[in-house]
């Protein structure tokens, strides 16, 4: 699978802001489609943040939009997410996702699959 490592996480007051980041760093993938965050609060399931397709098309969850903005570099297999006006509910892991495509080993097709990053906690306190 691809190596998605993300940064950015941290402490911010509500009403504060951060920038995570994710970078797709393992080759693993000949051709990414599309690069998200997910926010996993606690006691809860995983949910969507945001994502973005390779052309630039965004998803965005209701109780981000207007608050959050996804975007992406291709060349740089990189995907940032802006958070803004954060909120208590925003607490919890953030993990990156990407899918993609890639060629077996000896297999003259590709095959499609889906990475996740290991996750970066946000905390926003008063």
């Known amino acids: 699978q691809e190596r998605l490592m993300e940064s950015g996480g941290g402490l911010v007051q509500v009403g504060g802001s951060l920038r995570l980041s994710c970078v797709a760093a393992?080759?693993?993938?000949?051709?990414?489609?599309?690069m998200g965050w997910y926010h996993e609060a606690p006691g809860k399931q995983r949910e969507l943040v945001a994502k973005?397709?390779?052309?630039?098309?965004?998803t965005y969850g209701n109780s981000v939009k207007g608050r959050f903005t996804i975007t992406r570099n291709n060349a740089r297999n990189t995907v940032n997410l802006q958070m803004n006006n954060l909120k208590f509910e925003d607490t919890g892991v953030y993990y990156c996702?990407?899918?993609?495509?890639?060629?077996?080993?000896?297999?003259?097709?590709?095959?499609?699959?889906?990475?996740w990053g290991q996750g970066t906690q946000v905390t926003v306190f008063a």
């Open positions: 973005i397709t390779r052309r630039g098309a965004t």
């Open positions: 996702h990407a899918e993609g495509d890639y060629y077996p080993p000896g297999e003259g097709d590709f095959e499609s699959d889906d990475s």
């Open positions: 393992g080759n693993f993938f000949s051709i990414i489609h599309d």
